[in-house]
């Protein structure tokens, strides 16, 4: 922070943890203590612009003309009998697959609105009940992000290092893409035959996602 420079001083919740009486704890020992509101203590916090040092890094952004794609998606997915609403209360989180229904955070550009849809509809084709279970999350995320940078750049996106980024907050690698290429390059190819069905997935664009 800069010299001189005070902090702002907020509430902080106060948590403690309420323990069982000897003859409850015998009955059950699976249950944890209960987390219970104390009250709330001052607390001191910096804004950005008090301190110093390196810049943060921003994240990768998205960038480029959907034309029509993103239209023909939407219309696609109604087809597909899957709700679609925009829900600002799913923030931070840029999209949500409910199975059935994906809401999107509202306010992002048409790109990223497209590749964000993309990457929930990925979820919606290949993360059904059955295959969930037999899945981790890391693989859920690689191959949902996987096929909206293949979608993105077959359209024309200037995808950046989003997709690389956003794979490896889930600790995903080339091996796990690996894996996953045959059902990633099917749900590309079919979500592409949807919005532009003269275009084609290229194989090679998944090695830029790694």
């Not at 010299?3 to 704890?25: F, H, W």
């Not at 077959?154 to 690698?173: K, P, R, V, W």
């Amino acid at each position: 922070m800069k010299k001189g420079e005070k902090g702002i001083p907020i509430l902080a919740p106060v948590l403690c943890y309420r323990r069982k009486k000897d003859s409850e704890a015998e009955k059950d020992t699976s249950e944890q203590p209960q987390a219970v509101l104390a009250g709330f203590r001052i607390v001191h916090v910096w804004d950005y612009s008090l301190t110093t040092g390196p810049d943060l890094p921003q994240p990768a952004t998205v960038t480029g003309e959907v034309g029509e794609c993103l239209d023909q998606l939407i219309e696609f997915v109604h087809r597909q009998g899957i709700e679609l609403e925009y829900n600002e209360r799913i923030a931070p989180a840029l999209g949500v697959s409910y199975g059935g229904k994906i809401a999107l955070l509202p306010g992002q550009s048409k790109a990223e609105t497209l590749t964000t849809h993309v990457h929930e509809l990925a979820h919606e084709i290949l993360h059904s009940i059955e295959r969930r279970t037999t899945t981790t999350a890391t693989v859920r995320e690689t191959e949902a992000e996987a096929v909206a940078f293949v979608v993105g750049q077959a359209i024309g996106l200037e995808m950046g290092t989003a997709a690389s980024d956003y794979i490896l907050t889930y600790a995903g690698n080339v091996a796990l893409l690996t894996e996953s290429l045959e059902v990633i390059q099917r749900t590309s190819a079919v979500i592409l035959g949807a919005i532009q069905p003269e275009e084609k997935a290229v194989p090679e664009q998944l090695a830029a996602a790694s």
